[in-house]
């Protein structure tokens, strides 16, 4: 079993940063891309930013040149660093990862979601 646990977020003002961490833990084997995605009130959720395992990495375009996502790759862990926020950017955020485990004998690659974090920004 894979969790993901993601923690910084909170109510910040326009102009302000916030930094979201997702720490990945269980039966992991290895892990592909990481991830961040978020969803507004009555919006589908969307990708915000990307860490593939060889080091690329992919952002919407709503939030480049403000955002940069990071990975440790000891520590299972995938960073988004929030500046320069938006009222916009107020949703949930959602960690997502690519993890390859061990299932009867075999790598499995399976997609795990953390249990979001609320980012709010006021005008």
């Known amino acids: 079993q894979v969790q993901l646990v993601e923690s910084g977020g909170g109510l910040v003002q326009a102009g302000g940063s916030l930094r979201l961490s997702c720490a990945a833990s269980g039966s992991i084997f290895s892990i592909n891309a990481m991830g961040w995605y978020r969803q507004a009130p009555g919006k589908q959720r969307e990708l915000v930013a990307t860490?593939?395992?060889?080091?690329?990495?992919n952002y919407a375009d709503s939030v480049k040149g403000r955002f940069v996502v990071s990975r440790d790759n000891a520590k299972n862990t995938v960073y988004l660093q929030m500046n320069s926020l938006k009222p916009e950017d107020t949703a949930v955020y959602y960690c997502n990862a690519a993890v390859q485990t061990w299932v009867a004998a075999t790598i499995s690659t399976s997609d795990y979601w953390g249990q979001g974090t609320q980012v709010t920004v006021s005008s």
């Open positions: 860490f593939s395992s060889g080091g690329s990495t």
